[in-house]
């Protein structure tokens, strides 16, 4: 007589954990003693707490994928976060003295949408997917036969960084940069990172950096040796800047601090198509 009296309580308690476990996380705690880490599953590229008595730190320059949450007694907050991958997230945050987490994981399913409206792209039958890196390969040697332009330059210890042109052509950018080593020291690329840029690091709420991935490389140096000068093209996803956004280059040397940057403001983008 006790079996079914005990199998009811242990479906009753199965299925408020059930509830439990898939109940939507929407508010975050925080206070003045403790840090609370908030882990998103992209970097985050802009967040915003509203409320002077809420601080919500993380790395704008490396692209981090937590911020630290922190709070002084006050009316509850909220956070509004932004990914790389453009996905909106917000919460409540409230002060409290027992902190019933040290660390938040979050789920791409509790996005709240997205910054821009997701648009399926169509398949395009103006190339093969077999032919791509043939057409990116002849492309490339096109552009950089073509007359040396000069976009931006940086110079540091007898080495240069230069922008010779920035293409658009079909979908896609084709970025033409050189690397000159005037230097006594052979230059080893650790790596070419490409940003796009908006606002002022000065004024945190307002700047913006979304890492930009190329699709392709052509002629990618590993190592510059001393005396020589190298060209080599970029493939990048098709971009349009507005009025306020910068296009920024940078080179890290490996093991060593002859690292180098240029920003490309309001860029002369050049229509070419192979003749």
């Known amino acids: 007589m006790k079996t079914p009296i005990c199998t009811g309580i242990l479906m009753l308690t199965f299925l408020a954990h059930a509830q439990t476990q898939t ?3 929407d508010t975050l705690y925080g206070n003045d003693k403790k840090v609370v880490a908030v882990f998103f599953p992209a970097p985050i590229r802009q967040a915003i707490v509203g409320g002077e008595h809420f ?23 909220n956070l509004l976060a932004i990914t790389t991958k453009g996905n909106v997230y917000t919460y409540i945050i409230k002060y409290t003295e027992s902190l019933p987490r040290l660390n938040y994981f979050l789920d791409k399913k509790e996005r709240i949408g997205r910054e821009k409206p997701e648009v399926k792209k169509p398949v395009s039958a103006s ?7 043939v057409y990116y390969t002849k492309f490339s040697r096109f552009l950089v036969k073509q007359k040396s332009e000069r976009l931006a330059m940086k110079r540091k210890n007898k080495l240069a960084l230069k922008i010779h042109k920035l293409v658009y052509e079909s979908d896609e950018m084709f970025l033409v940069m050189a690397l000159i080593n005037k230097s006594k ?6 790596a070419v990172r490409i940003a796009s840029v908006v606002g002022n690091k000065k004024r945190k709420s307002s700047y913006q950096e979304v890492p930009i991935q190329p699709i392709f490389s052509w002629q990618a140096p590993t190592i510059i040796q001393k005396g020589a000068i190298k060209k080599f093209v970029f493939v990048l996803p098709k971009y349009v800047f507005t009025g ?19 920003t490309l403001r309001h860029p002369h983008i050049s229509l070419l198509t192979i003749p």
């Open 185 to 190: 020291i052979d230059y080893e690329v650790d």
């Open 127 to 133: 190339r093969p997917d077999s032919l791509t890196k």
């Open 244 to 262: 306020n956004e910068r296009l920024r280059i940078s080179v890290e040397e490996r093991n060593g601090s002859r690292s180098m940057q240029v």
């Open 23 to 25: 109940e939507v996380l």
């Open 55 to 77: 601080t919500f730190n993380y790395n704008r320059e490396s692209g981090q994928y937590f911020g630290l949450l922190q709070a002084l007694p006050g009316p509850p907050g």
